[in-house]
């Protein structure tokens, strides 16, 4: 790894997350492509996160400890502006990255030279608190391919939901990072397709067949404790988006997607409500 300037940045905003969190970092230590950085931010924790952090002793870990609590939104922005490598990756406290993710993911980037890929993402599975797989999530099928932007960004509206995936699920270039500026959680739920679709206006994607990560569904996690308003939030945040005629959401776009929310929250809760039980 550069002394100076690592391949990848792996930061992972922490906060009462010690149940999951070494399964988190030994995800990321594991990785195949091993030039990269992996900053803990704890988020001023008040369990065992600080002990586990300090229980690793490679140099590509870093830990640092937010003096008061910033909240969820805070601590990833603070994720953001501590990062130092070409290539950015949010990674979830809870959640598990496959071996060779940063390595895939890395590769597209880098034959990317013309920089028209605004995110790389793919295939990801669903698993419980004890890591067993519920189901298996790839949006667009059997085979790799470059997706265009606005197409994306239509789907993920029609479809009611993030296509795309969760912040572990995707890679992007730190200078987009430094363009696109702080993540935005006034529509807690979807604060990560919020980033998504502005990232979308700079380049398109290309998803990866192939499972790159596990997002894990546990009583500690965020998209749980929201979950009585994704609805809600997904509804005002399509409105939102489909006002803006440069994402090209279409009013039948909208309507189908803000029906496909309504049905895939109350499918959500009732999945929570099982596995949490």
Known sequence: MSALIPS???????????????????????????DFELIVIDDNSS????????????PRVR?????????????????????????FKLMPQDDVLEPYCLARQVAVLE?????????????????????????????????????????????CVRRGTNLVGEPGNVLLRR???ERLGPF???????????????????????????????FRISGGSWSVAIGARQYQQFRDFARKYAAMPEYRIGRRDLAQGIAMGWVNA???????RWLLR
């Open 184 to 214: 935005d959680a006034s529509y807690g739920y979807m604060v990560d397709l919020d980033y998504w679709f502005r990232a979308l206006q700079c380049g398109d994607a290309y998803y990866l067949a192939e499972t790159l990560s596990e």
């Open 47 to 58: 369990d065992a996160t600080p002990e586990i952090v300090a229980g690793y002793v490679d």
């Open 111 to 155: 034959q990317d030279a013309e920089h028209r890929l605004a995110l790389v993402f793919g295939a990801r599975e669903v698993v419980d608190a004890s890591g067993r797989k519920i189901l298996r999530r790839a949006a667009f099928g059997a085979a790799a391919r470059r997706i265009e932007a606005h197409a994306l960004i239509r789907a």
């Open 8 to 34: 990848v940045s792996v930061c992972m905003p922490a906060y009462n997350g010690a149940a999951h969190l070494r399964a988190a970092i030994d995800s990321v230590l594991a990785q195949t492509h091993a």
């Open 266 to 272: 109350r499918a959500r809760q009732w999945i929570y």
């Open 63 to 87: 830990y640092l400890r937010n003096a008061r609590n910033l909240g969820p939104q805070g601590n990833w922005n603070r994720c953001r502006d501590e990062a130092r490598g070409r290539y």
């Open 175 to 177: 200078e987009l990072v």
